[in-house]
Each structure stands twice: as C-alpha cells, then as structure tokens.
C-alpha cells in the first residue's frame, strides 16, 4: 500500500511540474534564440522556420495562461510575459518575412536603404537588431513598395528560369524511317504547344511593368523562341515533302523522264541524311539550336524541293493536258501509275476514275488491251486492239478512249441492221447493253417518225404500235423469270424499263393527238436518229451527238413525267451553253437524273461530293478535266460551299461558258491555257433549307437553269421495277408495297437500322 502511494504521488507531481518544465524551457528557447536572432546576418535568417517557431511558443504561452491562471502566479507571469514578447515581435516577423523573400537582391536593399537615408553596413554587421534600431516598422509603406516590386520580379525571374529549364530537359524524338538508313522526328505536337505556351507567356511577361530588369533577358528569349520555331517548321516542311517524294523518285522510270528533279532531290537527300545524323547524335532542343547553318540548310533543301514540286506539277499538267481525264486523278494515283509503268496492269485500280464504267481491261499476249471490262463483269472486245508497249501513259489511255468509241459506234450500227434478222431473245442477248438500249431507241424513234410522216390513220397506227410494245414487254417479263444469267436478267431488266417509258410516250402521243413531228408531245421526247454511221440525240431544238462512252450493263433509272420535265430543262439549258441546278430534298432524284441524261447520250458524267472545305483550287483542277475533255460534271451539295469559294468558281465557270459560246478552242482556268471541248457541261445540286446550306450569290445562280424537284411517284416507280423483275401483276403488288412502306414510315420509330 505504501509503494502503491509514493507512486501515484509521483504520477501526481510529474503531472503537476509538466507544463511549468515545458513552460520555463520553451521561455529559456525563446529568450535565446531571440537573442541569437538579434546579433546573426540578416541573410542568414530563415523567416519560415522563425515563423514556425513563433507559432509553437506562442501556442505553448496560450496553453499556459489558461492552465495556470488562478492557480499559480509564478508561471502566470512568465506566461503573460512570453505571450507579450511574442506579440511585440509579430510586427517585426512580418517585416522580416518581407525582407527574406528569395527575390529581394542587393539591389532593393539598395533601394531601401536610398528611401529611408541609411548606409548599409557591411554583411557581418547587417543584423536584425541593427534593423530594429532603424525602426523599419514605422516605415511599411516605403518598404512595401520596394518588396512588391521585388516579388513580382521574382515571379517573371523564376518563369524565365521554367522556361529555359523546360526546353533544356527537351529532346526531339528522332526514330528510324523505314529502311531509309537516316531518321525523321515525330510527336512534335507536345514540342509545338510548349513553344506557342512559351512565346504567349513571354508576350504577358513583356507587358509588365516589373519585366525591365529582365527585359533583355526575355527578349533574347523570346527571339530564340522564334527563331526555334521558325526552324520547327522548315524542318517539317522539308521532313513531309521528302517523305511524300522519296516513293516518287526511287523509280526508275520517273528520275528517267525527270532527270533535273531526280538530281535536285538525290542532292535533298543527302543533306537531310547528314542533318538528321548530326541531330540524332544529340538531339537535345538546345543543342539542335546551336547548330550553326541548320536553319540556312532547311531553307535551301525547300527551295530545291519547291522547284521539284513546281517541275513535277508541270509534268504531270503536260500529262493531263495531252489526256484530260487525268485531271480527276489525284496527283499521288497519277504518279503513282507513272512509277509502275512498266508493269500495264498498274493503271487497273484508276480507270473507273477516267472512264464511266470501264474498271478493268483484259491484255493478249503482245501486251495490247483487247477486251475492256465493266463493273458488272460485262465484257467487250475492242474493235482495235490498243498496244501500249514503247508509248507514254496518256497516249495509249487516248487510243483506248479512241478504240472504246470506235468500238461501240461500230457495234451499235450492226444492232441497228440486223433487228428483224434474228430472233427477238437472240437480238436482244446478241449485244452489249448499251448497243442495245440505244439500238431500240432509234428503232423506236425510226418507227414513231415513220407512222408521223405517213400521214395515215396516225392515231390508229400508234395504238398498233403501242400494243406491240405492251406485248413486247409480257414477253420481256417471261423471259427475266426464265433461267437467265446475271448479265442477261440486267440487260432484260434495263430493256424492260426502257420500254415502258416508250410505251407512255406512245400513250400521251396518242392522248395529244399528234400529227406532225413539230407536236410539242413527240418533239419533247428524247429522239435517237442513227445518220451518216452516227447516232445523233435530239430534244426540243437541241442536238447531241452520241458519245459512244462505254457505260457497261447498269441499271437504268425509271423515268417518270418529273424526269422528264428535268431532262427537257436541263437539256434546253444546254443547248444555250448554260448549266442545270436541281434543287429539292434528299430522295427526289437530283443527282441521279443528271446522271441519266449523261448515260442517255454516253456521256461521262463525274460527281463531286462538295464540302465546306472544298477550295477553289481543287475546284479549278476539276474544271480544267471537264472543259478539255468534254464530259459533264455534277456537284453534290453545291450550296454547302462558302460564299467567298463560290465568288471566285463562279468566274472559272463563266469563262469555260463563254468560251464555249464564242467558238474558242481554249479557256483560261486557273491562269492556265487549257483546251476547250465545247460539249462540256456543269450540273449542280443543292438541298435548300437544310443546316449549313448557303443561299448562292445572284452571279452563280444566273449560270444555272433551276430545276425544281419534287417527290416522286413512289406506285409508278415500284410498278416499274416489279416488272423489271419478272412480276406479272406489278400494278397491284406496287401499291400495296408503297402502302405498307409508308404505314411503316409513320409507325415506326426512326433507327440507324430502318431505311424506308
């Protein structure tokens, strides 16, 4: 027991004596090293650690004066007197704080010093005491002044120390390029936004009022900055063009035909091989920077490889202007086929792109085309086989275009001659579709044109004529359900349609009464006339030779009385050297009737998706192909253009419209002389009233003819097509397809899935 209570009177006692031990020892720190503070260099004062160590005594003098009060006087008064002394000195660490800021330099003391009349004494003797008995607090506002601006300078100091830290712990990543034996660079995404941060940053720091101490320092910066990104982009520049020509000129072929721009890049190559090497070895930014004549040796290598840009563009001009087609090449598929000359295959994959429907061409054994191929596997043998060997790309591309057109003119004559000599299934699979469709059309011109000449019972003899072709179509129908291959089915099929709208034709003759060939009803109508070994294509009072462009074995569009309505205004627009611009929703039929027409007289007709981006330098390569080569072109979206694009195409196409109307053999594009195919035409579509459509300026409009497209005949189109596909009773099927896709319209949700 008596153990038991000498303990806790222990316990007691160490309880009681803490606080005053704790008190009297943080008293004795404080005292000293108050003292210590007093008498030490001024720069050697930490004021974040005196700042701390005020906090924690202070803290203690608190906790004392609430444990103590009432209770003990002794360690009160000490207390009371610590807590005092504590509070006296804050004025004086808030002055400190200010005054030991990392950014105050001699030269603010300097300035201090200046502003409140005293000598600075030397380090050793520059104490805090020594500043307390100049009584700096009662000078705040002199000295606020000058620490403000010491701050802020040392802000824009440390952002130009970031700055230069930044880009000296930069590197380019230089790789390998492919079995190139030298380098490029990559990711320099990350470099560039750090310059343009950088070079922004610099411009605020410039503005300052507290930069002209650095000013010199920032400018210097700012003009390494610029000059570091002036060699960024001579270095990309030079880095993309090498890489786009280095395929280019390691044929043999291309450095043979452009021997000056061969030598031009080998010399680009071998200074790009030396810098990248040096640049590899120390790709440090600032390193690279220092390399003296790196800038000068970019600048050269663009300049050579602007001239081989120019001189390759001017080869490949001299190319498309001896075969036009090759303007709706881009110019990587044009050099690429030049590159792979040797092997004749090469120029496969872009043929659709030069011709309608050609896609593939079939060789003999001395290397000369004989068959040309169309999209639907339908083949035709050349009636002039084109040799290739020893010839330059676009002269056999033109005798091929020759030989195409030579070839169907010839065929189309000898389906026109024998109708009537063979058996009808015989003389319709006998020949390639698009002799035939345009065979049955001058028959049935023929046919109509004689009965209207004869002057006889008219009426009667057209109804005898129509029920010949109302019989010609059963049989039609009988023969697409019997066994028939692809091809056959789609020559049927096409044939099928064709007929039908002959025999509407035939029926609104009948209805109008027409006796002479002048009746608007007959003069309307596409006329095929087959005159001189020639097919001519008439409307109204406008004439268009048969082209003879290999259109392959398509389908061909229904036509209804809308499509007709398109076909007479676009043609009438034509034929006064205009364009045509139909316009109307998504689903009328705009592009596709444009199309029609083209395939009506074998045109080539090219179509151009336009775009908010699309410039009219593209624009004006487009319009040098269709103004040389004499095919149509029809531009999707045309009003999705800007304003200021369609400013400028719309001089481009009034100088091919009026060069055409004048009689002239050439028209300038583009400052270029290039030589004009008066037969050319330009077509436009446009979906009014939808988001990002513009309304064309009065200039372009008066180059177009309006068409205004409205929702088709949904029944008579499905009627149509039913048929085409061996449906007997198409009328009844079609409208009940039509009436069931349109409940289905209006009941079902809209999703990515349903197309109705």
Not at 655 to 669: C, L, P, R
Request: net charge neutral.
């Amino acid at each position: 027991p008596q153990i038991s209570s000498t303990g806790k009177m222990i316990d007691d006692f160490i309880k009681e004596f803490e606080p005053i031990c704790t008190l009297w020892s943080t008293a004795t720190d404080w005292t000293i090293t108050h003292s210590q503070w007093l008498i030490c260099p001024f720069v050697s004062l930490n004021a974040d650690h005196m700042t701390k160590f005020n906090v924690d005594c202070s803290r203690i003098a608190v906790r004392s004066l609430k444990l103590f009060k009432n209770k003990k006087e002794g360690p009160f008064n000490v207390a009371t007197q610590m807590k005092k002394t504590i509070d006296n000195f804050k004025t004086t660490m808030a002055l400190i704080t200010k005054l030991r800021h990392p950014g105050i330099r001699t030269r603010h003391w300097e300035m201090i010093a200046k502003d409140l009349q005293f000598k600075l004494p030397p380090e050793s003797e520059f104490t805090l005491g020594y500043l307390m008995r100049l009584q700096l607090e009662n000078h705040t506002e002199e000295i606020d002044k000058t620490t403000d601006v010491a701050i802020n300078e040392f802000t824009l100091e440390t952002a130009l120390d970031k700055m230069y830290n930044d880009l000296r712990n930069h590197s380019f990543d230089i790789v390998s390029y492919k079995d190139s034996g030298t380098y490029i660079v990559t990711k320099m995404e990350d470099f560039n936004a750090l310059i343009d941060d950088q070079l922004v940053m610099l411009q605020t720091m410039l503005s300052s009022p507290y930069i002209l101490t650095f000013i010199q320092r920032a400018r210097n910066w700012k003009t390494t900055l610029n000059n570091l990104q002036s060699l960024v982009e001579e270095w990309l520049s030079c880095q993309k063009r090498w890489v786009y020509l280095g395929p280019i000129f390691s044929s043999e072929d291309i450095n043979r035909q452009l021997p000056v721009e061969g030598r031009k890049y080998a010399a680009v190559h071998s200074a790009w091989c030396k810098i990248m090497e040096n640049i590899h070895q120390n790709p440090k930014v600032l390193a690279v920077t220092t390399q003296e004549q790196l800038t000068r040796q970019l600048v050269d290598c663009n300049r050579l490889l602007d001239s081989i840009l120019k001189g390759l563009n001017e080869y490949l001009e001299v190319k498309r202007s001896s075969f036009p087609r090759l303007y709706f090449l881009s110019n990587d598929d044009l050099l690429t086929i030049i590159s792979k000359l040797k092997d004749p295959t090469c120029i496969i994959p872009y043929l659709r792109k030069c011709f309608e429907n050609l896609v593939s061409v079939k060789f003999n054994q001395n290397q000369c085309i004989k068959t040309m191929v169309s999209m639907e596997g339908e083949k035709v043998n050349l009636s002039d086989e084109v040799s290739i060997l020893g010839k330059e790309l676009e002269r056999w591309l033109a005798d091929l275009q020759s030989s195409m057109q030579n070839t169907l003119r010839k065929i189309l004559g000898r389906a026109v001659i024998s109708h009537g000599k063979m058996k009808f299934e015989s003389w319709v699979f006998g020949w390639p579709a698009q002799a035939l469709l345009a065979a049955n059309q001058i028959l049935f011109t023929q046919q109509v044109t004689t009965i209207i000449k004869n002057q006889e019972d008219i009426i009667t003899e057209l109804k005898l004529m129509r029920g010949r072709i109302i019989e010609n179509l059963a049989d039609l129908t009988q023969l697409i359900r019997s066994q028939l291959d692809p091809l056959h089915r789609l020559t049927a099929g096409a044939l099928l349609v064709q007929n039908v709208h002959n025999r509407d034709i035939l029926t609104r003759l009948i209805q109008s009464k027409t006796n002479e060939l002048n009746h608007f009803e007959w003069k309307s109508q596409l006329r095929y006339y087959w005159e001189e070994g020639h097919c001519k294509v008439r409307m109204m009072n406008a004439s268009f030779d048969y082209r003879y462009e290999y259109l392959g074995n398509t389908t061909r569009l229904v036509l209804t009385p809308l499509t007709d309505r398109c076909f007479r205004t676009m043609v009438s627009a034509v034929h006064f050297g205009l364009g045509a611009a139909p316009s109307g929703p998504a689903g009328t039929g705009k592009t596709e009737s444009v199309k029609e027409l083209a395939k009506a007289i074998a045109k080539q007709c090219v179509v151009f998706n336009c775009s908010s981006n699309i410039d009219y330098i593209h624009l004006g390569k487009i319009f040098k192909g269709l103004a040389s080569s004499g095919a149509w072109a029809c531009l999707d979206e045309f009003n999705r253009i800007e304003v200021s694009v369609l400013s400028v195409i719309s001089q481009q196409i009034l100088s091919i419209q009026q060069a055409a109307f004048e009689g002239s053999n050439t028209v300038f594009i583009e400052e270029t002389s290039v030589r004009l195919d008066p037969t050319c035409a330009l077509f436009v579509t446009m979906n009014p009233g939808y988001a990002g459509r513009t309304e064309l300026p009065d200039n372009v409009k008066a180059l177009f003819r309006p068409v205004s497209m409205i929702v088709p005949d949904y029944v008579y189109i499905a009627e149509i097509l039913l048929y085409s596909e061996g449906f007997q009773h198409a009328t009844l099927l079609a409208t009940k397809l039509v009436n069931c896709f349109k409940l289905v319209v209006e009941q079902l949700s809209l999703q990515r899935h349903y197309d109705f």
